[in-house]
């Protein structure tokens, strides 16, 4: 039983039935970083009755990280000896002592892991995201508008801040506005002719890392980004020799698989990408008549013993922060792209900042890479600051958010829905805090007008047909209209595809956790995702549903524009 003298303030402030709604809310918690880290203090200390950090449980928190010396001067939930831990595991132990009375249960998980599936969602009062990149928070977002149950985005960079509540069906989503996308660059400059620091981390992480340790999908992602390139008009010539270079590569891939030749096969490497590609790009003349020329490195002269200075070792140094010789590059690549080709052979690699020998590698292959073209080599902390897009981050804004998103959250267990503001942090001159009512839903937004049906399957059992009939029985096309059903890209069924109709979904590759989109092909109703539940029967449909017609947006007036353009400034916080 929760101590009576502990809530005395916090059962005055809201009244007894309020305080019983937050003391049994369920809350989920998506981050434990800089703002994770403070929201779970915040909302232990409020009173919250659980956290789920992923199972049945109030107050939740998920995170995939681990712990870098480099969290320590902002997240305080973590001390230098949990150091390569979990963060959602120590955040749980350090917050619980702050208020026994909350129940924490943490996950050291990937939130898109298919435990985390819509009926996980559903069964929280509200989801707070504490995230730091576009692609998960679009992924969450997605999840709680199939889930219908409330969210609040949060987000800082330095003395700015953001919170923004979503309610599904009364305000925008998080996918209703564009977001910045991360930068591009064509694919001819990052392969043969960088001239930045962040050319060569991009090339070592985004193309030589997945070559050698990722997945044979990744291989066949670079020949499309090959043919893209093409269509954009990009040097053809160069672009077949990239060709043949990624091919080149998948051999010495696969020598690096045998665990006792891998060392040999990756001096292998290190010769083809700094001496032997360099050598064919420099018989292409004209591609240096305006531009520096790479010098090609071998690896005998990349690792003899030279008097090339190192830092000074009577200065204290951090290891991340002290540049390293040619020498001890070359040595780092070979030693880290050894490791991650053995740990490749039982898994398929992915880029982790944290994982210590994954920078290592794109660290040791950047500078190389930089030493062959004359360009500034990088720190390990500076690649990955670059590598990992890290934006730098302020205590007090992380705290100041965090109590930010709190208030808001209590507003929404208390379910005063006109309360709900979205807050944006710039510490103007004039104000710090600039808030207002959030924005309906955008009548063209892809995620949040579409209609999400919750259907339970045996994928052994239901067949093609059994969805084609959810369609004209339970969403109301009739046997004249025309529409197509699809999974991500593949259409399984449209007026001209109906083969495969009395095929088992489990043969159309179709699974649980799948989301099935119908759509109407003469563009009147809106689009229906089926969110596949695993179920006993072979199928059976759980929400029923109409589907209303597509809800067109409205002409903007003039009035419309400037309400738009103060609504944009109070934004830059985002």
Known sequence: MASSARYDALRAALGPA???????????????????????????????????????????????????????????????????????????????????????????????????????????????????????????????????????????????????????????????????????????????????????????????????????????????????????????????????????????????????????????????????????LLSMEDMWAHRRKPVPLSLADATKETSEAAADASVPTLRDRRPLTLRENALLFLDCAEALAKRAIDAPQSFDKDDDEALGFVTAAANLRAHVYGIQEQTRFETKQIAGNIIPAIATTNAMVAG??????????????????????????????????????????????????????????????????????ELGYGDDAFFSISVGTRILYDADLEDNVGKALQDLHVQTTDVVSIEDEDHIKATAQLVLERGSEPCRVLDHVSLPEKRRAARPTAEDADDERHTDEARQGR
């Open 404 to 473: 930010l998103v709190t208030m808001q959250a209590l507003h929404v267990l208390a379910e005063r829905w006109d309360a709900l503001r979205v807050i944006s942090l710039a510490r103007r001159a004039t104000r710090v805090f600039t808030t207002f009512p959030p924005a309906p839903p955008n009548a063209e937004c892809g995620v949040c007008q579409d209609v999400f049906v919750r259907v339970a399957v045996d994928p052994a059992q239901a067949t093609l047909q059994d969805l084609v009939t959810i369609a004209r029985d």
């Open 18 to 280: 309020e305080y019983e709604r937050i003391r049994h809310a369920r809350v989920l918690v998506v981050g434990a970083g800089g703002i994770g880290c403070e929201l779970l203090k915040d909302l232990v200390l409020v009173g919250i009755g659980h956290v789920d950090i992923v199972r049945r449980a109030t107050l939740t928190q998920i995170d995939l990280d681990t712990i870098d010396l480099s969290n320590l001067n902002r997240q305080f939930l973590f001390q230098k000896q949990h150091i390569r831990q979990s963060k959602a595991m120590i955040a749980k132990e350090t917050a619980s002592a702050f208020n026994p009375d909350t129940t924490i249960v943490a996950h050291h998980a990937n939130i898109k892991a298919p435990q985390f599936h819509v009926a996980f969602y559903a069964s929280f009062d509200v989801v707070l995201n504490a995230l730091d990149n576009l692609e998960t928070r679009r992924w969450v977002n997605r999840m709680c508008v199939m889930a219908r149950v409330p969210m609040i985005e949060s987000g800082t960079a330095g003395f700015l801040g953001q919170v923004q509540p979503i309610r599904v069906g009364h305000t925008e989503c998080y996918d209703c506005t564009s977001h910045p996308t991360p930068t591009t660059f064509p694919v001819c400059t990052i392969r043969s002719t960088p001239s930045t620091p962040v050319h060569c981390i991009v090339w070592a992480k985004n193309w030589l890392f997945p070559q050698l340790f990722g997945n044979d999908a990744e291989a066949d992602a670079d020949e499309q980004e090959l043919d893209q390139a093409q269509q954009r008009g990009e040097n053809v010539q160069e672009l077949e020799n990239l060709r043949r270079e990624a091919h080149e590569m998948r051999a010495l891939r696969q020598a690096a698989s045998n665990r006792a030749s891998a060392r040999d096969a990756c001096e292998r490497i290190f010769d083809k990408v700094y001496r032997a590609d360099m050598e064919r």
